[in-house]
């Protein structure tokens, strides 16, 4: 099994700057894609941006390509997304999750461990 915690969620203003951190414990060497995804209210769960932890190749949605960063660091289990110049659009609760699967792309993948989420509101 494998645990996925989220961490760095606040309340920011437009224009400013979040990084949120997502940790990996239990059987962390069985992970090979970790992906960050959101929902806001009233809204559907969306792929937002990930990473294959082997090769740190990564993948972004539209709405968030040149503006947030996803990187992992081995040794800590963790992933994080630097997110920049956040919009009020980007207000919601930010999931991460896991999946061993080797061979799948990250956008469309079912991620097997998801975590608690996190909350991220920017206001206008």
């Known amino acids: 099994q494998v645990q996925m915690a989220e961490s760095g969620g606040g309340l920011v203003q437009a224009g400013d700057s979040l990084r949120l951190s997502c940790a990996a414990s239990?059987?962390?060497?069985?992970?090979?894609?970790v992906g960050w995804f959101r929902q806001a209210p009233g809204k559907e769960r969306e792929f937002v941006a990930g990473?294959?932890?082997?090769?740190?190749?990564?993948e972004y949605a539209e709405s968030v390509e040149g503006r947030f960063t996803i990187s992992r660091d081995n040794a800590k289990n963790t992933v994080y997304v630097q997110m920049n110049r956040l919009k009020p659009e980007d207000t919601a609760v930010y999931y991460c999750?896991?999946?061993?699967?080797?061979?799948?792309?990250?956008?469309?993948?079912?991620?097997?461990?998801w975590g608690q989420g996190t909350q991220v509101t920017v206001s206008s």
């Open positions: 990473i294959k932890c082997r090769t740190g190749s990564t």
């Open positions: 999750a896991a999946d061993e699967d080797p061979w799948l792309g990250l956008r469309y993948r079912r991620y097997t461990y």
């Open positions: 239990g059987r962390t060497n069985s992970i090979y894609a």
